[in-house]
């Protein structure tokens, strides 16, 4: 009875040992995290270390799906089998590894860097990965707006670009929400691959109201909303137009006023040096005949 007691303790006892031991390891990840394109960013990766270190059993892995991304093991980087995407784009915290820290900086973040990256930690206390995935995202542009009146009608244009991924674009008009009266283009640069859209609304000329756009950009949490007043900007523009022909006009007039003035003044300029000339002329010619 006595050894039927001591060996269920004893079991007991080696599964509590398991379990300890199993569970002091542990991976730690971002459950998600964005990068604007063209940064360096640093994928975060933490894991248990023990009272004693011993890096020759540190064994770090970054992958994305089958690529491999970064490797270390035997105390030193092993870059045999990185991917031809990541050469010379990665580093890991050497000097922090004691610490628990095996994240991996990456540069110049690419669009073709998207997807779900894999955190692979071996030691001496055990192993584990954990997935994340990495979101790349690029700033729109200020939107511009351009307007042409048509018989009975108003149309306003609004570009922007730069931008990733593919935005969403709203208009409303008294808070009435005109996004489907709307012709919306998407286009994607076959090189960068970042988007450029633009969005063409039209209105009748009795629907003088205040107009708003919203563009979002969900990945960085951009807003460019901006409200427009159609009557404002239907005077905006011979107001605008006139003042460039003035702009314009008035030095070309500043320039004919002073001509002007130059050619009525230049024979009185230029009398007392007429005068002095003919004297000078005057009084050679007299010294002339009295030599001879």
């Known amino acids: 009875m ?7 303790q004893g079991f007991y006892l080696f599964l509590l040992i398991i379990k300890v031991c199993c569970s002091e390891f542990k991976v730690t990840v971002p ?9 360096p960013v640093v994928l975060p990766c933490s894991f248990s270390v023990g009272n004693v270190w011993q890096p020759e059993s540190i064994v770090i892995t970054w992958r994305r799906g089958l690529e491999v991304v970064h490797r270390f093991y035997y105390n030193q ?13 990665t580093s890991l915290y050497h000097s922090e590894m004691q610490k628990g820290n095996a994240s991996l900086r990456l540069e110049n973040v690419t669009i073709e860097d998207r997807g ?11 192993s584990e990965r954990k997935i994340f995935p990495l ?8 939107p511009v707006l351009q307007f042409s009146r048509q018989p009975g009608s108003v149309t306003v244009l609004l570009t922007s670009g730069g931008g990733f991924p593919a935005p969403t674009l709203s208009w409303l008009q008294d808070h009435e929400d005109l996004t489907n009266s709307t012709e919306t283009r998407l286009t994607q640069d076959t090189l960068s691959g970042l988007y450029n859209v633009s969005s063409t609304l039209t209105l009748k000329d009795n629907s003088i109201a205040t107009l708003s756009f919203i563009l979002r950009n969900e990945d960085l949490k951009q807003e460019i909303r901006r409200n427009i007043s159609l009557s404002e900007s239907e005077g905006d523009f011979p107001k605008a137009s006139q003042r460039m022909r003035e702009f314009i006009l008035l030095p070309v007039l500043l320039v004919f006023i002073l001509a002007v003035l130059g050619l009525l003044l230049l024979p009185t300029i230029c009398k007392p040096y007429r005068t002095k000339y003919i004297l000078s002329k005057t009084e050679h010619c007299m010294c002339h005949v009295d030599i001879t």
């Open 31 to 39: 459950s998600s995290l964005v990068v604007t394109l063209g940064q």
């Open 2 to 8: 006595c050894f039927k007691l001591w060996t269920a």
């Open 135 to 142: 979101k790349v995202a690029a700033l729109y542009s200020e």
């Open 116 to 126: 779900e990256y894999i955190c692979y930690v071996r030691s001496q206390l055990g």
């Open 77 to 89: 980087d092993q870059q045999w089998r990185q991917s031809p995407h990541y050469v010379n784009r």
